[in-house]
């Protein structure tokens, strides 16, 4: 969770939402994609940046202003001279484990109520911490969860249309309770399997072996299924890990890795080269 204190939120813009969709079905957690213009062509967010999302909050100190931060989740488009930024957004809730009560997420819920032509305040851009690298011959390891699809999504997109002759492997795992909660990834929005055909990228989704009992989603299996590859790509000096989830998503991560390199010590060891190395980054939420 973003705060206040951490960025500058001093630059403000106007954005009008231009479109909202729901992209999960009626009876699963709803995600929306939404698209935001920007009412000031200064305003320019990459697909390695994210920016901000202004909302007015009731506090215990009477009204106070919420932060949160979204990834792009598309390449930057323009029209009628002003820059537009997509996003994607899951309705949540939490409950308070001293009072038992559920309180719904301010931004969340207040993104997923705007309809078309509601005015929102935008701040930003912000730096993420996933570069593309010069090196067109590096490998990507991309490890998302749930909205953590959306900077890969971009990502991967801006690299296919925008950056010529990729040789690098693209190795995209993306977890989802089912196959209809993959988004971009299935029959409805499947913009990301136009990139199959590549010879460089493909795509393993991890899904909840019973999605309607909340179990936990096989990220892990998920990548110990591709073990003989991962290995040889961790063995090579130009391979970067990116990872964006949920915080449990770690430790999975860390369980399967170790498992793909044979121990705990040989994956801790691996992991302080990439982090040294700045080809680990992770944005977790």
């Not at 100190?61 to 537009?84: C, I, M, T, W």
């Not at 990834?185 to 393993?204: H, I, S, V």
Request: net charge negative.
């Amino acid at each position: 969770m973003a705060h206040l204190s951490d960025f500058d939120t001093e630059k403000r813009y106007k954005a009008v939402v231009k479109n909202t969709m729901r992209l999960t079905p009626p009876d699963t957690d709803e995600v929306r994609e939404i698209v935001l213009e920007v009412k000031d062509s200064q305003f320019e967010c990459e697909v390695d940046q994210s920016f901000g999302v202004l909302t007015k909050a009731t506090g215990e100190f009477g009204n106070e202003l919420h932060h949160r931060l979204y990834s792009v989740a598309d390449l930057p488009k323009h029209a009628n001279g002003n820059p537009q930024v997509t996003m994607l957004v899951k309705r949540c809730s939490y409950v308070d484990e001293f009072s038992g009560e559920e309180y719904q997420g301010i931004s969340s819920n207040y993104l997923c109520d705007r309809k078309k032509g509601d005015e929102i305040t935008v701040t930003g851009p912000f730096q993420l911490p996933f570069r593309v690298p010069e090196d067109k011959t590096a490998n990507l390891i991309l490890i998302g969860m749930g909205t953590g699809i959306a900077p890969f999504r971009a990502f991967i997109k801006h690299i296919y249309k925008n950056v010529k002759d990729w040789k690098g492997k693209i190795r995209l795992f993306y977890g989802a309770r089912s196959g209809l909660e993959l988004l971009y990834l299935n029959d409805k929005d499947g913009d990301l399997t136009n990139y199959y055909d590549e010879e460089t990228f493909e795509a393993f989704h991890a899904l909840s072996p019973r999605p309607y009992w909340a179990d936990p989603i096989e990220l892990d299996k998920a990548l110990e299924g591709q073990t003989k590859e991962l290995k040889e790509l961790l063995s090579m000096s130009n391979t970067y890990i990116y990872v964006a989830g949920y915080e449990k998503i770690l430790d999975k991560l860390n369980k399967a890795f170790s498992k793909i390199l044979g121990s705990e010590e040989a994956w801790r060891l691996r992991k302080a080269e990439l982090i040294a190395g700045r080809k680990w980054a992770e944005i977790i939420f």
